[in-house]
Nanobody, 129 residues
């Protein structure tokens, strides 16, 4: 049974950087699309960045484009989210989620959340001075 575990969250000052990790165990991430979602208090959960683990295709939401970078390490079965130049509005719980999609060559960061059947427990990111 595939499981996802996020880590790397914490308190960071505006303009700072943070790297989140999403480690998969119990199976390979090949043929999955991995998406980072975030949810701030009182807000809808939004997809911010995704990666097709097989093809390395990537996509970003406008809110993080140019500041965040998603990547994957096949040898470690891990997806990373490098967060740079963070802002107060990036404060949220960050989740990684997996969508089994062997026929897709791309991904969409703002894709249907309902497609993602596997979720991690989340990691808190707080941006504050």
């Amino acid at each position: 049974q595939l499981q996802l575990v996020e880590s790397g969250g914490g308190l960071v000052q505006p303009g700072g950087s943070l790297r989140l990790s999403c480690v998969a165990s119990g199976g390979t991430l090949d043929y999955y699309i991995i998406n980072w979602f975030r949810q701030a208090p009182g807000e809808e959960r939004e997809g911010i960045s995704c990666i097709n683990f097989q093809t390395d295709a990537r996509n970003y939401a406008d809110s993080v484009w140019g500041r965040f970078r998603i990547s994957r390490d096949k040898s470690k079965n891990t997806v990373y989210l490098q967060m740079n130049n963070v802002k107060a509005e990036d404060t949220a719980i960050y989740y990684c989620a997996a969508d089994w999609n062997p026929n897709s060559r791309i991904c969409l960061a703002d894709g249907d959340k309902g497609r993602y059947g596997l979720w991690g427990q989340g990691t808190q990111v707080t941006v504050s001075s």
